[in-house]
């Protein structure tokens, strides 16, 4: 766990920038994205934006928000711009009065995407869905609903909050659709629905047969169709749990213009190309999706209220370890 510098470096002097000479600027990320990926991102940024060195700290969403926590109690962070595929702690972090609004523009982002009061938008979308396995399966699901038949829900698993990120926004999403909520999950569970730890062990018990349905993230049963599992994916009628990696900027930042730079530069084309080149659907309207997506134009994102499934955090997880276990 260590901050690494990715920049790509221009010749020593001064630099222009929208024709005023600038020297080089340095903004710190803190961000949850794969360090791999995230390397890919830096270096593409600076290839539009030599003017702007990027330090960044990398981990998993619990490890940053702990990092953060520390340094907001010591008196400040160095961090600029945050970027985690959570927009629940990216809500704590706005509820605390940490970030600024964005006054950048969002034409072709989903409103979905973009938080009430501008503090942050997602940059890329992952969403949630049923896979199932063909070799086991011959009538396919369709929607969420399917889900609760008594022959489908005897051979479904899905991941459980307790282990997953992606699961903690889509359970805490689902049980906000009024024609889903706990009663869904009860009728799961009573026709014999289980929960593993993350979708690693749903898209495995598919995959071996072990189960015939599984409720899971995209990539991950696409990526396995691909290398040749008996598997596919349903992105249900009713609509899909999305997950955005929002990216916002600190209240405290001391290089807010560049990094409103940086949160802009995630918005276009290069950026959204370069999410979907890494297997991710594009937050951007108009940009091609992954082969073997569909248009992101022809999903129905389930609305959810991040303020509410943040309150609700450890009585969702207490509630949904009450009917699957903990």
Known sequence: ??????AALSTVGTLMLSGAAMAQQTITLYTSQPQAQIAEVIASFNKDHPEIAVEVFRSGTTEVMAKLAAEFAAGKSPADVMMIADAVAMTQLKNDGRLMALDIPM???PAALIDPDKMF???RMITTGIVYNTNLVKDAPKSWADLAEAD?????????PLYSGAAVIHVGTMVQQPEFGWDWYETLADNGAVAGQG??????AVARGEKAYGIIIEYMALNAKAKGSPVEFVFPSEGVSVID???????????VEAAATFVRWQLGQTAQAQAVA???F????GVAPPAGYPDPATLKLLAADAGKMLAEDQATKEKFADIYGG
Do not use: C
């Open 152 to 160: 489908r829900a005897a051979s479904l698993i899905m991941p459980s």
């Open 282 to 285: 594009p937050a951007l309207q």
């Open 1 to 6: 766990m260590t901050i690494f510098r990715l």
């Open 121 to 123: 938008v997602g940059t």
């Open 245 to 255: 990696q929002p990216v916002g900027i600190l209240k405290d930042s001391d290089a």
């Open 107 to 109: 034409d072709g982002i």
């Open 278 to 280: 890494q297997g991710y």
């Open 199 to 204: 979708n690693g062990t749903v898209i495995e």
